[in-house]
């Protein structure tokens, strides 16, 4: 059993999301939760996941709760996931908990799809561009330039930036490439083992015009849906401040929940709390949560928060892509004419030069 395959990716979002769909039937058919295990197990075809099985299934016949056997199974789960089996555990309703996580990984899982699909076609006219611009600064300029090494004449601005371009890529092309890769490995070493560069990170991605919007109102849709399950399963706010400071990427987050959970044991209101972070969390939501707790309905609120980040974010990505397109086609405009500018000048100067 200590011969387990510590894959980080051994079990994608679709899978967690397969697993917690699978386990709630069988859970819900009677069938106790180590054979659960078991028959899901055996209709795995993947090694080590096989192999993840036979640790999860190990602890939980030795009285380790389902939550804390995954925890300790060599993969990593989704923090989500892991939250709600604990909730579910906690509450007896470790059904109801696993079809809630499934719902909500899905919901990220279409998201995220919504995306990258979003993004497909402005990064296929990115590396068009690209391409095209490659193209021609060099294959294209390379025919002109000894016709203009022959002529006594100066050279247009672009054309002068081409050339330099070109002969950069020439020369330097190779250990640029290096370089950037270098310095892309270095930055996420760096970011992972440096705080403070990672939260001067973290305020930069939050500082990005769309970017930073997109992350708060993710944040606080996940949030918000997740404070709804476990309040209304019985769980304290404590509980919650502690799961958002865990479950949260962004250290700022991190940050702001430890020291939301560090005032409500000084007996501070949560929406008051919020309030010291305007630029983490929406006023609607501060607002919101500070009715729920006049009220009691903190869950409730919860909940229409969360349905209202959905439907912002919906709106989000339409604008995003709306405002990308055009964009793109002016960035692709721009970069191509200018190439094609720097090899026609010349051809103009040159004619000028052979008429005069």
């Known amino acids: 059993m200590n011969k387990i395959f510590k894959l980080n990716n051994s079990f994608s979002t679709a899978q967690q999301i397969f697993f917690a769909q699978r386990l709630s039937l069988l859970l819900d058919s009677n069938i106790s939760l180590v054979e659960s295990l078991r028959i899901m197990k055996s209709m795995d075809i993947s090694v080590s996941r096989q192999s993840i099985y036979d640790q999860i299934i190990f602890n939980c016949e030795r009285g380790v709760s389902l939550s804390k056997s995954m925890q300790q199974s060599g993969t990593k789960f989704d923090q989500l996931l892991i939250t709600l089996i604990n909730n579910g555990e906690y509450s007896g309703s470790l059904v109801t908990s696993l079809l809630q996580a499934s719902k909500n990984l899905e919901k990220r899982n279409e998201l995220k799809k919504k995306i990258i699909s979003t993004l497909i076609y402005p990064v296929f ?184 980040f959905e439907q912002d974010m919906d709106t989000f990505i339409k604008r995003f892509t709306a405002l990308i397109e055009p964009i793109l086609m002016i960035f692709m405009g721009i970069v191509v004419g200018s190439v094609a500018l720097s090899i026609i000048l010349p051809v103009y100067e040159i004619t000028n030069h052979l008429t005069k």
């Open 125 to 308: 006219i990115f590396v068009a561009t690209i391409g095209m611009t490659l193209f021609l600064v060099m294959y294209i300029f390379p025919k002109i330039l000894p016709m203009l090494g022959t002529l006594n004449i100066e050279l247009p601005f672009l054309t002068r930036a081409v050339k330099f371009l070109y002969e950069y890529t020439i020369d330097y092309g190779l250990y640029s490439v290096l370089a950037v890769i270098v310095f892309f490995f270095l930055f996420i070493y760096i970011l992972k083992k440096s705080t403070g560069f990672k939260s001067a990170f973290n305020i930069l991605l939050l500082r990005l015009p769309l970017l930073g919007s997109y992350i708060t109102l993710s944040t606080n849709s996940t949030l918000c849906s997740i404070g709804e399950m476990l309040l209304s399963s019985g769980r304290s706010l404590t509980e919650f401040h502690l799961f958002s400071r865990d479950y949260s990427s962004n250290i700022l987050f991190k940050k702001a929940f430890e020291d939301i959970h560090s005032k409500s044991n000084q007996g501070i209101s949560f929406s008051n709390s919020m309030s010291h972070y305007p630029k983490l969390f929406s006023k609607i939501m501060i607002d919101m949560c500070s009715v729920g707790e006049r009220t009691g309905n903190l869950a409730l609120m919860f909940g229409h928060c969360s349905r209202i």
